[in-house]
């Protein structure tokens, strides 16, 4: 309850602020980066885990997510100062998602910002498609329809159905850093699998947390084109990724 009523002033205190990490290709260019929102209260920082539960119960999520959006593409367009074709990434609660406003929120920041759709990747988890699938994919379609590609998160803890998954028209799948954790024994099989299975249905696919050499090296031998996690970088602040960035290139 203290961490609710605090949190309702966090924006306007400027308690929020987000942090940016790497996503690369097999050839170890940054091609993207996730932001990540943090929460500095009181001399600490609170994690996600603990204060988007309390936004998306309050649908407070809704506004705050908005605000996570528009700073993210303005990120984005520093960014892109020298990286013309570099894409931001932006965690979108389901709460978000279902909005009315959702879809044209969207459409209103990248037009605002001047950003090619293409560069804006929205994250959602497996859960946004288990119910009313017509009305999900609509909204999708839409926002595809301006260019921006979807990433399912934490791809395969969800419930979904293989019936789900094969209906899901997304771009990007991030499989979930327990299977990465996992790779030198169980994990691998599960890894193999996802990659067919995305060649098929057409998705590209994103390995997080990767946080060793040899799932690196396990990772690229299985054809993953896109890796991520803290054996590349942790998040970073924001002049920090600008800096990065600059010295990658
Ligand atoms: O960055 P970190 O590992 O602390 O994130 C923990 C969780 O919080 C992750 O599941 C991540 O997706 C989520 N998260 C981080 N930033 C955002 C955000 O801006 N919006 C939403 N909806 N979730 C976020
Ligand atoms: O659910 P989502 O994938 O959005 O969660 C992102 C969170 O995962 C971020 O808060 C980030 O701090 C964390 N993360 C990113 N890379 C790694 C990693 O290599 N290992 C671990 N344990 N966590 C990571
Ligand atoms: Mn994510
Ligand atoms: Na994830």
Redo the contacts with the bound molecule.
């Keep these: 309850i203290m961490l609710n009523e605090a949190l309702k002033c966090a924006l306007e205190r400027q308690e929020l602020r987000l942090v940016y990490q790497p996503i690369v290709d097999s050839a170890g260019q940054i091609v993207s980066f996730?932001a990540l929102l943090r929460w500095h209260y009181q001399d600490q920082e609170i994690s996600p885990v603990e204060f988007i539960p309390l936004l998306e119960q309050s649908g407070r999520i809704v506004e705050i997510g908005s605000w996570v959006l528009e700073e993210a593409c303005k990120m984005l367009v520093t960014l892109r100062q020298g990286h013309a074709e570099i894409c931001m990434?932006v965690?979108i609660s389901l709460i978000q998602f279902y909005d009315k406003d959702f879809v044209n929120n969207v459409k209103q920041v990248i037009e605002q910002q001047a950003i090619p759709g293409h560069l804006l990747h929205l994250?959602v988890t497996e859960s946004i498609f288990q119910s009313e699938q017509m009305q999900v994919n609509h909204k999708v379609s839409q926002l595809q329809k301006c260019g921006v590609k979807f990433s399912v998160?934490d791809f395969g803890t969800g419930y979904s159905s293989l019936s789900v998954i094969q209906n899901m028209n997304i771009d990007y799948i991030?499989i979930d850093r327990s299977f990465i954790q996992h790779i030198e024994n169980k994990g691998l099989s599960i890894v193999q699998a996802v990659m067919d299975m995305s060649k098929t249905l057409n998705f590209r696919v994103i390995a997080e947390g990767v946080e060793t050499e040899t799932q690196r090296h396990m990772l690229e031998q299985c054809g993953i084109p896109y890796m991520q996690g803290y054996f590349f970088s942790r998040p970073m602040e924001r002049q920090d990724a600008l800096a990065y960035l600059g010295d990658a290139s």
Excluded: I, T
Aim: proline content about 0%.
């Design positions: 996730e990434c965690n994250e998160d991030k």
